[in-house]
């Protein structure tokens, strides 16, 4: 079965980073992108970007441009999201998702989430 | 960026119920929009993909429909574990864009 696992939560205090991982298991993770998306406490879903595992390409929401990077390691199958300069604003659930992009820009499979907090 | 607006916001439903979610797109997005459905603390599980294709393992009761700029979702006869966050996503163009949800409650 498909599978996305992401790292575990985590508490940063304001203006620092955090990196998360998702790992993909059980399919050809070359072929396929990862959007990230983001949900604050009591909020709805954000789409923050995408990556294509294929050939490191990437489309960045707009709020996020300049402080997001996203990378993978296709050796091991896994995507990364860092985030920079956090707020209290960031803290929020973040997701990974299967997404092969364009007009197959569907999320079919997600990993568990990771719990990011931002708290001084 | 494309807008996506959900109607409504809440809706209060009885078991066995027919249930539509409409969902705007502020421009045409062809039939390139996708319904999820996530419980509290959970990932989305995505229902259907363009527009009205079933993601496999998805019960038939989910059904999408339209395309342009104006979209359903109907669940028929409402199930206890359909009681859950309806989101919406278009994938016409970049960014990617959810609705803000609608909430299915017990009646």
């Known amino acids: 079965q498909i599978q996305l696992v992401q790292s575990g939560g985590e508490v940063k205090k304001p203006g620092a980073s955090v990196k998360v991982s998702c790992k993909g298991s059980y399919y050809s993770f070359n072929n396929y992108g990862i959007s990230w998306v983001r949900q604050a406490p009591g909020q709805g879903l954000e789409w923050m970007g995408w990556i294509s595992a294929n050939d490191g390409d990437t489309r960045y929401a707009q709020n996020f441009q300049g402080r997001l990077t996203m990378t993978t390691d296709t050796s091991t199958s896994t995507a990364y999201m860092e985030l920079r300069s956090l707020t209290s604003d960031d803290t929020a659930l973040y997701f990974c998702?299967?997404?092969?992009?364009?007009?197959?820009?569907?999320?079919?499979?997600w990993g568990q989430g990771t719990r990011v907090i931002v708290s001084s | 960026d494309i807008q996506m607006t959900q109607s409504p916001s809440t809706l209060s439903a009885s078991l066995r119920d027919r249930v539509t979610i409409t969902c705007r797109a502020s421009?045409?997005?062809?039939?390139?929009l996708a319904w999820y459905q996530q419980k509290p603390g959970k990932a989305p599980k995505l229902l259907i993909y363009?527009?009205?294709t079933l993601q496999g393992g998805v019960s038939s009761r989910f059904s999408g429909s339209g395309s342009g700029t104006e979209f359903t979702l109907t669940i028929r006869s409402l199930q206890p574990d359909d009681y859950a966050t309806y989101y919406c996503?278009?994938?016409?163009?970049?960014?990617?864009?959810f609705g803000q949800g609608t909430k299915v409650d017990i009646k």
């Open positions: 996503q278009q994938y016409d163009s970049y960014p990617w864009t």
């Open positions: 421009q045409s997005i062809s039939s390139w």
């Open positions: 363009k527009a009205s």
């Open positions: 998702a299967r997404d092969f992009g364009g007009y197959y820009g569907h999320l079919d499979f």
